[in-house]
């Protein structure tokens, strides 16, 4: 038999796979009607406890462009591990889909959903990693740059779930990644310290600090929020904490910064103004699009890997 792959945080996957799972999301991207029946009869539970847009729509979406059905829940019908444990309900619905996918508000539930499902979980965003986007913009990123190894990405504002996820992926596939943020707002150690041990045999540079002087010799700044999902802290009370880290034209000038990257929603006028979002370099619409293709991509290596041939 052969053993059940998850999707908790790109940790789950080795340098190879997500190399092929970048060339098979762009094989389905050019040519979707060639994977239409890849998950026909299929079930696939997509559950939430976060808001989302693009997450929600493109799961959905990508599910039925691969022949499958989704089954969307939200926590209307009960919060999950208070109506009923996280392990019943993992146990009940894994019976009945064939994957899960899954935002959370703790990483910790989808260790729990993991122990207990007898299907491919799929981490859709936790308060420590979102693997998902971080896929879709490596896609990104490998169509504006044909060599990931000469690019560095500079990610700046905090030290988020987004983030962590990008430093797994610039450590696995091999690009070059700076964290800028703001004092007390530093990614994990733990997720650095394993990110840096795996680029370093790689020769790819991770490197972290709370000075924008580490933008230099950036091609692509990336940042998110300033306030994620869960925080109820107003985004006005942390204003002066992160406004040094805004990203805008003259942040973009002065590093000449060619490429902008947002996973979204953005707060226009916080972490980026209105000018760089809609600039000529930014590419959140293309990020945006990718997490059709790269999820499809997921879900065909999770539950069909005999796909995975390109
Ligand atoms: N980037 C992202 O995950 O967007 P949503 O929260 O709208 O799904
Ligand atoms: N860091 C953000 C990402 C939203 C897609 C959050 O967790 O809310």
Redesign the pocket.
Same mark, same amino acid.
């Given at each position: 038999m052969k053993a059940l792959k998850h999707c908790l945080s790109l940790l789950d996957f080795e340098t190879d796979d997500l190399k092929k799972l970048i060339n098979l999301a762009k094989a389905i991207k050019a040519d979707p009607s060639a994977y239409s029946d890849v998950l026909k009869g299929k079930s696939i539970a997509t559950l939430y406890e976060?808001q989302s847009l693009?997450?929600r729509v493109t799961f959905d979406v990508g599910i039925n462009k691969l022949g499958g059905h989704a089954v969307y829940l939200d926590q209307s019908n009960g919060q999950l591990g208070s109506r009923e444990s996280v392990k019943d309900f993992a146990t009940n619905l894994s019976q009945w889909v064939d994957a899960i996918v899954a935002r959370v508000n703790a990483h910790e539930t989808l260790d729990e959903f993991k122990l207990f499902s007898k299907v491919p979980v799929i981490n859709s965003?936790s308060?420590w990693y979102?693997p998902c986007?971080a896929l879709a913009d490596t896609l990104t990123l490998s169509e504006y740059y044909s060599d990931l190894s000469e690019c560095t990405l500079s990610y700046i504002g905090?030290g =988020? =779930?987004?983030a962590h996820s990008l430093l797994n992926a610039g450590a696995l596939v091999g690009f070059n990644v700076n964290v800028i943020t703001p004092v007390g707002r530093e990614v994990n150690a733990k997720v650095l310290s394993f990110a840096k041990s795996v680029a370093e045999v790689k020769g790819i540079e991770i490197n972290t600090g709370n000075d924008l002087e580490l933008l230099n010799s950036t091609d692509v700044i990336y940042t998110?929020?300033w306030v994620?999902?869960?925080d109820d802290t107003p985004l006005t009370q942390v204003k002066a904490e992160f406004m040094d880290y805004q990203v805008n034209e003259t942040l973009m000038q002065t590093y000449n910064i060619k490429h902008f990257m947002h996973?979204?929603?953005v707060h226009r006028g916080f972490e980026a103004t209105d000018e760089v979002c809609d600039g000529e370099g930014s590419l959140m619409l293309p990020q945006a699009n990718n997490r059709l293709w790269a999820q499809c991509a997921l879900l065909v290596y999770l539950m069909a890997p005999e796909y995975l041939t390109v």
């Open positions: 976060k693009r997450t965003l308060d979102h986007q905090d =988020n =779930n987004v998110d929020t994620s999902m869960g996973c979204q929603p």
